[in-house]
């Protein structure tokens, strides 16, 4: 017994031996993938100090060996990268920010949990960023060109389209192009709004009365739904307002409220509500419409992303305001949640975080 136990013994002690040189092997290779990339990589203790880094982060930040130890802040200055440090903004995908060391290089920081400490992972963008800053431009200058030629031709298609002696065999055809010009215009026009808030990055937040601002859109809703006879409610359940941009908000919100009427069959429910939650505040819009099916959820923020083509273009949809709804929202730090099944209707839910919502009492 004793022979077997020393063997055993022994084997323990030569497996513990080969997993350490195993483990130490892996290290050793994941440390040199580490310093071969061209992004920056740094290890960041509890304290925030430097503990490790790639020659990239050395050649960013100009370290030198007694720089372990310093804090982060002494070489990352911009307060963007402090804010998404700390907690105060934290976007999913990282925080971009201007380099501090060159105004014409854009920088890509995240952060992610390594154990007790940090690994902080710095991309240059400045190539995508002008990209889609030329995408901007474009469409922006494009979709502005594009206003004074159909602003032309809808003002003599109307004209034409009143002649009281046109042909019937014409009068068909002047009707469908005065249709799709609208339906053009309409899609000039969020285009201009969508490129316009793409560029508008940060806005000047003011107080609104979400109480007015919903009893607005409600009203606007009643008026639009008059050839759809759909039951529309409101309930607002507390008097907390907002700090943002009223302009924007409403049309966000419009949007939702506008889309539940278009998509919900005749006759059918719509709720809108305006509630206080543990985290901020939850605006929603419930219908029993005919609902989504699960594979279009997480498209149907994309540009010109249409679920049923034919429906879309019948009820004058322009393929754009969700997207127009996503950006708004990503302003404002709010979260769109969406809650469907396909033949029972929807619920389009916007959460707003706390430091965005200022609490009222009722009089």
Same mark, same amino acid.
């Given at each position: 017994?004793?022979?077997?136990?020393? *063997?055993?013994?022994?084997?323990?002690?030569?497996?513990?031996? %080969?997993?350490?040189?195993?483990?130490?092997?892996?290290?050793?290779? %994941?440390?040199?993938?580490?310093?071969?990339?061209?992004?920056?990589?740094?290890?960041?203790?509890?304290? /925030?100090?430097?503990? @490790? @880094?790639?020659?990239?982060?050395?050649?960013?930040?100009?370290?030198?060996?007694?720089?372990?130890?310093?804090?982060?802040?002494?070489?990352?200055?911009?307060?963007?990268?402090?804010?998404?440090?700390?907690?105060?903004?934290?976007?999913?995908?990282?925080?971009?920010?201007?380099?501090?060391? /060159?105004?014409?290089?854009?920088? !890509?920081?995240?952060?992610?949990?390594?154990?007790?400490?940090?690994?902080?992972? *710095?991309?240059?963008?400045?190539?995508?960023?002008?990209? $889609?800053?030329?995408?901007?431009?474009?469409?922006?200058?494009?979709?502005? $060109? =594009?206003?004074?030629?159909?602003?032309?031709?809808?003002?003599?298609?109307?004209?034409?389209?009143?002649?009281?002696?046109?042909?019937?065999? @014409?009068?068909?055809?002047?009707?469908?192009?005065?249709?799709?010009?609208?339906?053009?215009?309409?899609? *000039?026009?969020?285009?201009?709004?969508?490129?316009? %808030?793409?560029?508008?990055?940060?806005?000047?937040?003011?107080?609104?009365?979400?109480?007015?601002?919903?009893?607005?859109?409600?009203?606007?809703?009643?008026?639009?739904?008059?050839?759809? !006879?759909?039951?529309? #409610? =409101?309930?607002?359940?507390?008097?907390?307002?907002?700090?943002?941009?009223?302009?924007?908000?409403?049309?966000?919100?419009?949007?939702?409220?506008?889309?539940?009427?278009?998509?919900?069959?005749?006759?059918?429910?719509?709720?809108?509500? @305006?509630?206080?939650?543990?985290?901020?505040?939850?605006?929603?819009?419930?219908?029993?419409? %005919?609902?989504?099916?699960?594979?279009?959820?997480?498209?149907?923020?994309?540009?010109?992303?249409?679920?049923?083509?034919?429906?879309?273009?019948?009820?004058?949809?322009?393929?754009?305001?969700?997207?127009?709804?996503?950006?708004?929202? #990503?302003?404002?730090?709010?979260?769109?949640?969406?809650?469907?099944?396909?033949?029972?209707?929807?619920?389009?839910?916007?959460?707003?975080?706390?430091?965005?919502?200022?609490?009222?009492?009722?009089?």
């Amino acid at each position: 017994m004793d022979k077997i136990a020393s *063997v055993q013994s022994e084997q323990s002690a030569l497996l513990e031996q %080969i997993s350490t040189q195993s483990t130490a092997e892996q290290l050793k290779k %994941i440390g040199s993938a580490l310093r071969a990339l061209r992004d920056a990589v740094i290890l960041l203790n509890n304290n /925030d100090g430097l503990e @490790w @880094w790639n020659q990239a982060a050395q050649d960013l930040l100009l370290l030198q060996p007694e720089d372990k130890g310093q804090n982060i802040f002494d070489f990352i200055t911009v307060p963007e990268f402090r804010q998404y440090y700390e907690g105060t903004t934290i976007p999913n995908d990282g925080v971009h920010i201007e380099s501090w060391r /060159d105004p014409s290089r854009y920088l !890509k920081c995240e952060l992610t949990p390594f154990g007790d400490e940090k690994l902080l992972f *710095v991309y240059d963008v400045t190539r995508l960023r002008h990209l $889609e800053q030329m995408r901007q431009d474009f469409v922006a200058n494009v979709s502005h $060109e =594009l206003r004074t030629p159909l602003t032309v031709m809808m003002g003599y298609l109307e004209n034409f389209s009143d002649q009281p002696d046109m042909p019937p065999q @014409w009068r068909r055809g002047f009707e469908l192009m005065t249709q799709q010009t609208a339906r053009m215009n309409r899609i *000039v026009n969020d285009l201009l709004l969508l490129s316009k %808030i793409e560029i508008e990055e940060s806005h000047e937040l003011h107080y609104i009365d979400m109480t007015k601002l919903l009893t607005n859109i409600y009203d606007d809703a009643q008026a639009y739904n008059q050839a759809y !006879k759909h039951i529309i #409610h =409101l309930h607002i359940d507390t008097y907390d307002g907002l700090y943002g941009s009223e302009m924007y908000l409403n049309s966000a919100l419009s949007n939702l409220v506008i889309n539940a009427i278009k998509y919900t069959p005749k006759g059918g429910n719509i709720t809108i509500s @305006w509630t206080r939650t543990s985290d901020g505040c939850r605006f929603a819009v419930e219908d029993d419409g %005919i609902g989504i099916a699960s594979e279009h959820i997480a498209r149907l923020t994309e540009r010109f992303y249409r679920i049923d083509k034919g429906r879309s273009r019948a009820t004058g949809g322009t393929g754009l305001g969700l997207a127009i709804v996503k950006h708004v929202l #990503h302003q404002h730090e709010a979260q769109l949640q969406i809650d469907s099944v396909e033949g029972e209707g929807s619920t389009f839910s916007v959460v707003f975080p706390s430091n965005y919502v200022r609490s009222v009492t009722a009089n």
